[in-house]
Nanobody, 123 residues
């Protein structure tokens, strides 16, 4: 059974930092691309960042580029999202997802999802 478990969310002031983790089990994680998405109340789920199965290739939404960094440790079956200089508009539930093949910005292309972790940024 495939499981993705996010952690690291919380409440932070604007300008602060958080590091999200997503631990995977039940699949050959090193063969899967991974992505982070977020969903704010009343809004659609949106792409944040993605990384290929090989840690060298990454992609970011324009709104987070330069502030967020996605990485992975295949030995630990874990993908991370380092979030710096957080803004109130970053407030959302953050989800990690994984898929076989290359990464995608489209959430419907992902095979497995975590349960989400809340990130709240106060002004």
């Amino acid at each position: 059974q495939v499981q993705l478990v996010e952690s690291g969310g919380g409440l932070v002031q604007a300008g602060g930092s958080l590091r999200l983790s997503c631990a995977a089990s039940g699949l050959a994680f090193s063969s899967y691309a991974s992505g982070w998405f977020r969903q704010a109340p009343g809004k659609e789920r949106e792409f944040v960042a993605a990384i290929s199965w090989s840690p060298g290739n990454t992609d970011y939404a324009g709104s987070v580029k330069g502030r967020f960094a996605i990485s992975r440790d295949n030995a630990k079956n874990t993908v991370y999202l380092q979030m710096n200089n957080l803004k109130p508009e970053d407030t959302a539930v953050y989800y990690c997802a994984t898929r076989s093949g290359g990464w995608s910005r489209r959430p419907q292309m992902y095979d497995y999802w975590g349960q989400g972790t809340q990130v709240t940024v106060s002004a």
